[in-house]
């Protein structure tokens, strides 16, 4: 059985929560279908939280089918590794192998060595294989697939990481899409948005839509507040991928 990990944020619920079990198990039988691949017995998705602030982030598991094991090897892995697979999620997008406590549990990737980054101590009691996914504040985290002996080439190491990739953006996708329901963009919010994607000033905006600048930085902020950005520049892609502005 697999869980997807959600907090609700209103008791509308039981339609949200139908929507999201049927988005979670279009992503689990993707999830499964490359687990089987590698010969993994289970997989995870772990994503980034704390808005990328330094000392307040930390990975948090969002998707897995560890069935009732989810607690204890959720936790093992983040108190264990938490800390190094942030600072390599910052500074590389290298898979990340481990292997297991057991003699016979090992992740190897022989022909693909060189292009990984390897967690040396035996520490959990499965080996496993991590997949870096970079998207924005709030699309960070990996994609892990664990199991005894895994025996990836660098074939299937490529291929799987950009399906892990399409994974964390579906994921990100769904719950902008989920939030931007209810705190839709009015129509002079996505213009001053368009107008400053086109490179335009808060001033020449304030000009030709004729407002005052107050008012065009008003319209402006509050679309990055409704679209959960930290600038301008961050609320400007956002507003793109959603199809807000082009």
Known sequence: MAYLVTQDRDDAGRSGRNVRAARAATLVTRLQAMQR????????????????VPGTRKLTCVLHNWGAACEENARDLIILYGDELLQHLDLSLLPVLWNGQGEHQTAEASDFAPFTRRLRERKLSYSGIAFPIRLGAQGNGYVIFAGSYLDVSGEQIVELHGRSAQIMTDLLAADEKRLFKTEALSDREIACLQMAGDGHISEEIADKMGLSIHTVNAYLGAATTKLDSVNRIQAIAKAIRLGYIS
Not at 37 to 50: D, M, S
């Open 37 to 52: 691949q590698i010969n993994a017995k289970n997989f995870a998705v772990l994503r980034t939280n704390g808005r990328g």
